[in-house]
């Protein structure tokens, strides 16, 4: 649906100002290869932060009471 969407702005902005539509043709794929280094960095800083997150709450998880296994009925 958002395709879509994109697709029909598109096809107005064809009809509004066809260089400018060319134009966002042209550049849409340049911006996008741009932005990947982007991505990556964001997915490094996410993975780091939650590996930082899993160091400093593991101590509770090692102190945390266990709870005795359920007996199945049946």
Same mark, same amino acid.
């Given at each position: 649906?958002?395709?879509?969407?994109?697709?029909?702005?598109?096809?107005? +902005?064809?009809?509004?100002?066809?260089? !400018?539509? %060319?134009? @966002?043709?042209? $550049?849409? /794929?340049?911006?996008? &290869?741009?932005?990947?280094?982007?991505?990556?960095?964001?997915?490094?800083?996410?993975?780091? +932060?939650?590996?930082?997150?899993?160091? !400093?709450? %593991?101590? @509770?998880?090692? $102190?945390? /009471?266990?709870?005795? &296994?359920?007996?199945?009925?049946?």
């Amino acid at each position: 649906m958002k395709l879509l969407f994109g697709f029909f702005l598109w096809c107005v +902005l064809l009809v509004l100002c066809w260089p !400018l539509a %060319l134009l @966002a043709v042209i $550049l849409f /794929p340049l911006l996008w &290869l741009l932005s990947i280094p982007f991505r990556l960095l964001a997915m490094v800083i996410g993975a780091t +932060l939650r590996l930082v997150k899993a160091i !400093l709450y %593991l101590p @509770a998880r090692l $102190l945390e /009471p266990r709870r005795p &296994l359920e007996v199945r009925a049946g």
